[in-house]
């Protein structure tokens, strides 16, 4: 293979990977059959008007203050759902995640998806409607940066993107 060969590929990958960027949105994929996957636990995000306990983990403090504005300010219930194909790297916590999606946040009362795939390794982050729509655009916490911020600013609570406060 040519130098001249390869540059046009390396030119055509770039244009690629620029085009992609234009697209702002969700980097990992709308999960199908995200339904099915297994609860692997249940709570809620209180309103904007509860005081935040002293005591609780600094993640879940974290995700009270960033997601209560939803709903008008009144929170939601959610559910946390895992592939079954990732569940026993979820609940092992030792962040080797295969390939593909591997959990999702379901805000059940506004009808959202926050979703963690996995890319190589990487933990990649998306926002949909329960029909598919992207809505990462919709507010600033929904964007992929902002989940990155979260996911790798928590040590030992969020291993390879995937948070928890149980260890």
Known sequence: MSVKT?????VAAAG?????GVQAGSDAEFPKGWE?????SSAAIPDN??????????????????YNWIQDGKGSKYN???????????????GEYPDGPTAVLELTDIKALL???????????????????????????????ACVACHTGYGEACVSGICSHNK
């Open 36 to 40: 099915s996957w297994p609860i692997v």
């Open 80 to 94: 946390i759902r895992v592939n079954p194909a990732h569940k026993e790297a979820y609940l092992a916590r030792h």
């Open 6 to 10: 390869i540059c046009r590929g390396l």
């Open 115 to 145: 979703v963690t795939e996995h890319l190589l390794g990487e933990p990649q982050y998306g926002a949909y409607s329960f029909d598919g729509k992207d809505i990462s655009d919709a507010h600033p916490s929904l964007s992929p940066k």
């Open 49 to 66: 008007q509860s005081a935040i306990p002293d005591g609780l983990p600094a993640i879940v403090k974290e995700t009270i203050k960033t």
């Open 16 to 20: 690629c990977v620029v085009a992609l």
